[in-house]
C-alpha cells in the first residue's frame, strides 16, 4: 500500500465541491488523513478565492489508475477542462507525492512541483505530515514550510465540517 498525498482546491461553490471531494474520497480509498481547510487568493489570475486542503489516501493502485479516478472526481464536480489553467474551478485534485517516488510515472511528475511553490500546498502537507521528508530535498516539510517566505502568498485557516467533523486544526 503506497500512502498518497493528494491536494484539493475549489473556488467555485467551494464547501460543496470540497464536500463531494471528500466522499468521493473516502468511497474509492477508504479512511482519509485530512489537513485543515484554508483559503487562499487566487494564484496567477484574478479570481475568487480558493479552498485548499491536503488528503493522504493509501492505495495499492498505479498512479495512473489514481490519476483516472481523480479526473472523474473532477468531471462529476463540474470541472471544465476547457476553461483556461490558470482560472476558476469547481475542483482540482493533483497527486502530490506517492511515498518517496521521484520521476514521471504515468505521465505524472513525482513529486508535485507545486509542493515547494505554493503555500497552500505546503502548509497542509506540512501540518499533515510534519516529519515526512520531501523525496527530492531530503527535509522535512515542517522544516520547508518554517523556511518559506511567507509573504509571497497570503492563506488563513477556515472552519469546515464534513460529516459531522471538524476537520479544523490550524488556527
Known amino acids: 500500500m503506497a500512502l498518497i498525498y493528494l491536494s484539493l482546491g475549489s473556488n467555485i461553490e467551494r464547501r460543496l465541491h470540497i464536500c463531494a471531494a471528500l466522499d468521493a474520497l473516502a468511497e474509492n480509498f477508504g479512511e482519509l488523513e485530512i489537513s485543515s481547510v484554508y483559503e487562499s487568493e487566487s494564484v496567477g489570475f484574478e479570481g475568487d478565492s480558493f479552498y485548499n486542503l491536503v ?14 479516478i481523480l479526473k472523474r472526481i473532477e468531471d462529476t464536480n463540474g470541472r471544465d477542462r476547457s476553461a ?44 499533515l505530515a510534519p516529519q515526512a521528508l520531501h523525496p527530492v530535498t531530503d527535509i522535512t516539510y515542517a ?20 460529516r459531522g467533523m471538524d476537520i479544523t486544526r490550524a488556527g
Open 55 to 68: 488528503v493522504g489516501i493509501q492505495s495499492e493502485l498505479g498512479v495512473g489508475q489514481i490519476s483516472q
Open 84 to 127: 483556461p489553467r490558470f482560472g476558476s474551478r469547481s475542483l482540482d485534485i493533483d497527486i502530490l507525492t506517492v511515498d518517496g517516488v521521484v520521476g514521471d510515472i504515468d505521465g505524472i511528475a513525482l513529486p508535485r512541483d507545486e509542493v515547494l511553490k505554493n503555500a497552500f500546498v505546503l502548509l497542509p502537507l506540512a501540518e
Open 143 to 162: 522544516q520547508h514550510w518554517q523556511n518559506y517566505d511567507k509573504k509571497k502568498q497570503k492563506l488563513w485557516s477556515v472552519p469546515f465540517i464534513w
